[in-house]
């Protein structure tokens, strides 16, 4: 079984490290020099990752890295047992709301978007969570 890290191009490491560690607890664990830090606290490790904006994500990329809000089918869901203060520390600590707390049969979800410009989702999940709207179990 493959071990999931979870890696955030980020363009101010200080600014990061206070973001997350204040919307969600996280603690830092390693430092990387000036070029990254790991946080720990969730069930797989965040790994800050200092990136100049402007700069290619790999060599033959087309795009430059861009700290703006940016969108990317991959995103960051955090569940948390109450989503009202979650929501307010992610705030707090500069996260933007994009939708708010919305109800769902599983739970409740609000969509932000993190000072980098990484869009996340903090879930309260309610009953059986997902297993409220699941058909099978693979």
């Given at each position: 079984m493959?071990r999931?890290l979870v890696?955030?191009?980020i363009?101010?490491?200080d600014?990061?490290?206070?973001?997350?560690?204040?919307?969600?607890?996280?603690?830092?664990?390693?430092?990387?020099?000036?070029?990254?830090?790991?946080?720990?606290?969730?069930?797989?490790?965040?790994?800050?990752?200092?990136?100049p904006?402007?700069?290619?994500?790999?060599?033959?990329?087309p795009a430059?890295?861009?700290?703006?809000?940016?969108w990317?089918?991959?995103?960051?869901?955090?569940?948390?047992?109450?989503?009202?203060?979650?929501?307010?520390?992610?705030?707090?600590?500069?996260?933007?709301?994009?939708?708010?707390?919305?109800?769902?049969?599983w739970g409740r979800?609000?969509v932000?978007?993190?000072?980098f410009?990484?869009?996340?989702?903090?879930?309260?999940?309610?009953?059986?969570?997902?297993?409220?709207?699941?058909?099978?179990?693979?």
């Amino acid at each position: 079984m493959a071990r999931l890290l979870v890696n955030i191009d980020i363009d101010d490491l200080d600014r990061a490290v206070s973001f997350y560690t204040r919307a969600f607890g996280l603690r830092v664990g390693r430092r990387f020099g000036s070029s990254g830090v790991e946080l720990t606290g969730a069930e797989a490790p965040l790994y800050l990752l200092v990136a100049p904006a402007g700069t290619p994500p790999h060599p033959s990329s087309p795009a430059a890295r861009d700290y703006g809000r940016h969108w990317t089918p991959v995103h960051l869901d955090f569940e948390v047992e109450d989503l009202d203060t979650a929501l307010r520390r992610a705030v707090e600590a500069g996260a933007r709301v994009e939708i708010p707390v919305a109800e769902r049969r599983w739970g409740r979800i609000a969509v932000l978007s993190d000072p980098f410009g990484h869009g996340f989702c903090l879930l309260e999940f309610r009953g059986r969570g997902y297993d409220e709207i699941a058909t099978a179990h693979g």
